[in-house]
């Protein structure tokens, strides 16, 4: 049985990925601090203990704590999946201290923990989102000079080159996963990367949204099974296989291409209202991942239609769990 621990493991892509990992047979041990992670989001790896004992453990602690070695040693896992962090760019402007310190030293406390439990694979949630700072032409591959432009792009590029240290070092076998903007079910309504899910609750309750900027500001959208199945895949490759990898889809969407295709599933027709644009952040990206088919065998399922009219089903449910009411489900 693999031993798997994931760190940031009550997030939205942590507990999708702990359900994954159970659902494959692994033991999991997951870490949160619960910061912005629910519990409630491990309601699934919770009930696979309750009826096999020991094949889910949490704990709740910051990858910042001196114990986190103790739980990392203790475990003896075959793979990390690191996915804590502070991931708000906004954040990170109001205070790169705080930014810093849980992106960089907490990366760096959980190197020094895996390596004095002798652990190989670690595989890193990068920012692709903001890894390349403004390039010109889209989309960008691994081979695009890293130009991270805020504090939160920094700290988690950071984090790339801590772990590239840590192989040239001691050995270990990272693999970095530069992760587009990642979207689905189960994802809060608040929060930097959570533009889908805050217009489709908003839109689904009939409140207007606030677009930043003229509307023409560009991401590509990846969904989250997509996601969980690269950071799986990632951990399955042989430890010959290191390096950064681009998770995405390649294409660009813009935010009033978002509002429309919501609309679109809402029936709904309520133009959005318009704000300044925010202090660090890009206009426009979108990654190509044919790296990640070619190495990991990897390439995105869920295409964006598809996966705004999943995640709006979710909302919708979600928001007013009479399946009765729930209008073109």
Partial sequence: MVRSLVTGAAGFI???????????????????????GHIDNLAQGLRFDRMSPGRFTFQRVDILAPELKDIVVGSNPDIIFHLAAQID???????????????????????????????????????????????????????TPANPLSPYAVAKFAGELYLRAYAGMYGIAPICLALANVYGPGQSIRGEA?????????????????????GTAARDYVYVDDVVDAFVRAGD???????????????????????????????ESLPPSYAAARTGELHA??????????????????????????????LRTTLDPDPAAIVGA
């Avoid at 960089?104 to 903001?130: D, H, K, M, P």
């Avoid at 990897?298 to 089903?313: M, N």
């Fill in 14 to 36: 942590g507990s999708n990925l702990v359900d994954r990992l159970l659902a494959e047979g692994h033991q999991v041990v997951g870490i949160d601090n619960l910061s912005t």
């Fill in 89 to 143: 760019v906004r954040a990170s402007v109001r205070d790169p201290l705080f930014d810093a310190r849980n992106n960089v030293l907490g990366t760096i406390n959980l190197c020094e923990a895996g390596r004095q439990a002798g652990v190989r694979r670690i595989v890193y949630a990068a920012s692709g989102g903001s890894r390349y700072g403004a390039p010109t032409c889209l989309p960008v591959d691994e081979g």
């Fill in 194 to 214: 959570g533009v889908i899910a805050m217009f489709g609750s908003a839109m689904a309750e009939g409140r207007t949204v606030t677009v930043y900027g003229d």
């Fill in 237 to 267: 490759v042989p430890l010959s296989v290191t390096g950064t990898y681009n998770i995405g889809t390649g294409r660009q969407t813009t935010v009033t291409e978002v509002h429309r295709m919501i609309s679109s599933v809402l029936d």
């Fill in 285 to 314: 990206i979108a990654l190509d991942a044919k790296k990640a088919e070619a190495d990991l065998g990897w390439k995105p399922a869920v295409d964006l239609v598809e996966g705004i009219e999943r995640t709006v089903h979710w």
